[in-house]
């Protein structure tokens, strides 16, 4: 079984938050023109976030996964308002199960998840949108112990806004 | 009196860090081809470093500023083997003598005296050398209570190495 290509796209501040401490995001208000999501989101059949990634986007105005298979890690119950599936165990059961029902593409999304499938080798791309601001407090995008790796730069693409768009292959 | 400029040109990990916990440096080497550095320190005419900066570079083979005046943020006596200057006090105070030994453009460097600098509004341009490696752990570039500060982006160019060079205006 060939396993699902592992995808992440996401926003941080030059100091690395992806979020204020309380998940906030008003601060990306000004950055918020299209900057390729669209066509990234495209991409995916299936989105798989973290527990704390979960309640912030259920805050959300409009479900923003409309469309996708979402799978969310969490060890305990899950009030699915949106058809979400509640996984847990490790990647690569996880990945499994995912693939037994059809994802192909998934888009993995949070700093907690997105910092485990890269310390464990299995991210196959990584879009980071740097917005040039410095929050000095919040969510890291980088989480945990992390293993030394180089990723190969794809490509960079700088915006009017000073958003500086970086695609890495880990 | 005019202040000085002051400007900061550094490498960071994706993750931020700017040298492995030890101070090393091992992990830039890949990428130490000429992106500029030469032509930014033949700008400025003093530099102006941390306590902790000034302990790695002097561990180097030579000395790396040579030919300019330096200047060390600490509290502790120094055994300046280069002719450096001790410094302690306020920014405002330290940038007041320098200024008044004749420095017209300062090198602000290591993780420490530039996040002071980027916090109290003095830093006029940052480079940042982003390196596609994920360290994991080490000495972080941002550093302290940094208040939120949007910069404006001068320039952003990608190496063949994948090194992203960006220009920052805090």
């Known amino acids: ?4 290509r592992c995808s992440a796209f996401l926003a941080t501040s030059l100091d690395g938050f992806i979020a204020r401490p309380d998940g906030g995001l008003d601060w990306l208000t000004p950055f918020q023109s299209e900057h390729g999501y669209t066509a990234f989101f495209q991409t995916v059949d299936t989105v798989l ?3 704390a990634t979960w309640e912030v ?4 105005p409009a479900w923003p996964f409309d469309g996708k298979r979402v799978a969310v890690l969490t060890h305990r119950p899950l009030a699915a308002g949106h058809g979400e599936l509640a996984l ?6 996880v990945l499994a199960a ?9 888009y993995v999304d949070g700093g907690a998840v997105v910092s485990q499938f890269l310390a464990a080798g299995l991210l196959d791309e990584l879009t980071l949108n740097l917005i040039p601001v410095v929050l000095g407090e919040g969510i890291p995008l980088f989480q945990g112990e992390l293993p030394e790796r180089r990723l190969a730069l794809a490509s960079s693409q700088a915006y ?7 695609r890495y292959r880990p």
């Open 98 to 106: 995912l693939s037994a029902g059809g994802a192909r593409s998934i």
């Open 88 to 93: 847990s165990g490790g990647l690569s059961e």
């Open 1 to 4: 079984m060939t396993r699902p």
């Open 57 to 60: 986007v259920g805050g959300f």
């Open 160 to 166: 009017p806004s000073g958003l500086v768009q970086l």
């Open 49 to 51: 976030i973290g527990r």
